[in-house]
């Protein structure tokens, strides 16, 4: 089902939610690759965090939230009121390619992206900074319900579980709850999309292409 929605690509899977009359829970466009990749799809291991002032001299959640990664799941981190400040770099990406994520969505900052780049690991951020989190940004659970960015809305929850799919027209959540919903919704829409867009390439007017087939 997940392989099924990455061949979709967010932009179908978010018209399938307007069709249902839900919106989609897209993420802020600032959320973007560190390199050109062809995309990834998961289900969410959720970690949230908050800005401190501390002298701590390390952030054991962090590295317990990574230590606890199946393989295949997409690490969401929601960096909440983050700023100027990375949720990771080098090594903890290392950990968590060991671990087979397969993907990293980062609502917030990372660091060493010229290493990051060079991996395999496929990597969505918010921003790009050389200052470490240590003593400004801390952990503080993982796999519970989170708050990110949102594009459509200033804040979209992601569940523990929910599918996300990122491309390059950018990140969708599927929340898993709407999962078998959707995959029977994209199979009609993609049987629609692909007659309409030979019907066009053969030179169907666009008006009598949405006569016929109500979307384009």
């Given at each position: 089902?997940?392989d099924?929605?990455?061949?979709?690509?967010?932009?179908?899977?978010?018209?399938?939610?307007?069709?249902?009359?839900?919106?989609?829970?897209?993420?802020?466009?600032?959320?973007?690759?560190?390199?050109?990749?062809?995309?990834?799809?998961?289900?969410?291991?959720?970690?949230?965090?908050?800005?401190?002032?501390?002298?701590?001299?390390?952030?054991?959640?962090?590295?317990a939230?990574?230590?606890?990664?199946?393989?295949?799941?997409?690490?969401?981190?929601?960096?909440?009121?983050?700023?100027?400040?990375?949720?990771?770099?080098?090594?903890?990406?290392e950990?968590m390619?060991?671990?087979?994520?397969?993907?990293?969505?980062?609502?917030?900052?990372?660091?060493?992206?010229?290493?990051?780049?060079?991996?395999?690991?496929?990597?969505?951020?918010r921003?790009?900074?050389?200052?470490?989190?240590?003593?400004?940004?801390?952990?503080?659970?993982h796999?519970?319900?989170?708050?990110?960015?949102?594009?459509?809305?200033?804040?979209?929850?992601?569940?523990?579980?929910?599918?996300?799919?990122?491309?390059?027209?950018?990140?969708?959540?599927?929340?898993?709850?709407?999962?078998?919903?959707?995959?029977?919704?994209?199979?009609?829409?993609?049987?629609?999309?692909?007659?309409?867009?030979?019907?066009?390439?053969?030179?169907?007017?666009?008006?009598?292409?949405?006569?016929?087939?109500?979307?384009?």
């Amino acid at each position: 089902m997940t392989d099924a929605l990455l061949e979709a690509g967010s932009a179908v899977i978010a018209d399938v939610f307007d069709s249902m009359g839900r919106l989609p829970s897209v993420l802020v466009e600032t959320i973007t690759p560190i390199k050109p990749d062809g995309g990834f799809v998961g289900p969410a291991f959720t970690i949230s965090g908050m800005s401190v002032t501390s002298s701590e001299s390390g952030d054991r959640a962090k590295l317990a939230a990574i230590d606890a990664m199946p393989p295949g799941v997409v690490p969401v981190w929601a960096g909440g009121d983050i700023r100027g400040v990375c949720c990771f770099g080098d090594l903890l990406a290392e950990a968590m390619y060991a671990r087979g994520c397969a993907g990293v969505v980062v609502d917030g900052g990372i660091r060493d992206v010229e290493y990051l780049r060079e991996m395999d690991l496929l990597i969505r951020a918010r921003y790009r900074t050389p200052a470490q989190a240590i003593g400004r940004w801390k952990v503080t659970a993982h796999q519970v319900p989170v708050q990110v960015r949102g594009a459509l809305q200033d804040w979209v929850t992601v569940n523990p579980g929910d599918i996300v799919v990122a491309d390059e027209d950018g990140v969708v959540i599927v929340p898993v709850a709407d999962l078998s919903a959707v995959e029977e919704q994209i199979r009609a829409w993609s049987t629609t999309e692909a007659e309409s867009r030979s019907a066009i390439r053969n030179g169907m007017p666009l008006l009598a292409a949405l006569d016929r087939f109500g979307h384009l």
